[in-house]
């Protein structure tokens, strides 16, 4: 049989055709010479996003200087700063946002607690199979979603719930677990957990287990090198995943509203009984404002002190 030539032999792939049709058409929308601006178009669309966050801060921004008119309750035609006063003179409001960052920082200290040794058993387990039940059940919560986790913790720390009914086997009375500051911050620790392990294991897979070796052949042993050697080169995960979880909780709304029972309000809470309960859009959009002030005020301190941690994306440290 005549040999086939390398031509007749090579059959140019039906992808490589739809590839070299769709790089076709791309130069045709966007050509060669505007190479250099092609990152910018990737990040339009982010770019856009942003943008329409930051027109809706300006306009919250401006209901906040308008007052309620309590005889046709709409917004007021002129600027005050009476909104801002009222926040200032109200004790409610002072105890609302004392309540808010008290939560959020117990939030970031028992999450980061529970965390850290979760993520580096993760990371340095030498079992395949411990590893993949460990990611399972750090992923299985995000497929249930606040709100159905919120009532599954209103069903276990009920008064006839699963853990009263542990204690009622030893004698003990139904403890009232729930609506109260406790019972928040316990929600919120188990919602916030997750995100805190997916940001401190890549700072733990980055320390090489020689440095804890070499620790260990100094004479440290396991605790000594976990606190001295560890911790310390984990620093840009603890401050990523304490800056996502602060802020993540100070705004946090479903957990106390569900898991407070209304009397362990969050500055979010606050903002939504504004808006959508008394109609005062105005004091509302000032509350809305303390927020994004206040959380950007804690960010920046952190961020000044101790860096931006792994959210740095590899910058100075």
């Known amino acids: ?35 250099r601006y ?16 930051v027109l809706g801060l300006v306009q919250i921004a401006e209901g906040s200087l308008h007052t309620l008119d309590r005889s046709t309750f709409l917004p007021s035609e002129e600027y005050t700063l009476a909104n801002y006063q009222t926040i200032i003179d109200s004790t409610t409001y002072w105890r609302v ?12 200290f028992f999450t980061l607690l ?37 009532y599954g913790i209103l069903i276990v720390l009920g008064t006839s719930g699963a853990v009263n009914d542990v204690l009622g086997l030893f004698g003990v009375e139904p403890l009232r677990l729930l609506f109260n500051f406790p019972a928040v911050v316990f929600g919120l620790v188990q919602y916030m957990l997750p995100f805190s392990v997916l940001l401190l294991a ?32 984990a620093k840009p995960g603890l401050v990523g995943a304490g800056l996502v979880v602060g802020t993540l909780s100070l705004t946090d709304f479903a957990m106390p509203a569900m898991l407070g029972g209304g009397s362990q309000d969050f500055i979010a809470n606050a903002i ?40 740095g994306m590899g910058g100075r440290k």
């Open 1 to 35: 049989m005549p040999e086939q030539s390398d031509d007749q032999q090579f059959r140019y792939p039906l992808r490589w055709r739809v590839m070299d049709a769709l790089e076709a058409a791309l130069d045709m929308i966007w050509p060669r010479r505007l190479a």
């Open 38 to 53: 092609s990152g910018w178009a990737m990040i339009a669309p982010a770019i856009l996003l942003v943008g329409i966050l």
């Open 97 to 108: 946002l004392w309540r808010s960052l008290l939560g959020a920082g117990l939030t970031v």
């Open 114 to 150: 529970l965390a850290l040794p979760y993520s580096y058993i993760m990371v340095r387990t030498s079992s395949a199979t411990i590893r993949k039940s460990l990611l399972v059940v750090l992923f299985l919560p995000f497929f249930i979603g606040q709100v159905v986790r919120a």
């Open 202 to 233: 890549p700072a733990l897979t980055a320390i090489p287990r020689e440095t804890e070796t070499a620790a260990s052949s100094l004479g440290a042993n396991w605790l000594q090198s976990f606190w001295h050697v560890v911790i310390p080169m």
């Open 272 to 311: 939504y009984d504004q808006f959508f309960r008394t109609a005062d859009q105005g004091l509302g959009a000032a509350l809305a404002l303390l927020l994004v002030a206040l959380g950007s005020v804690i960010a920046g301190v952190v961020i000044a002190i101790f860096g931006a941690g792994t959210l």
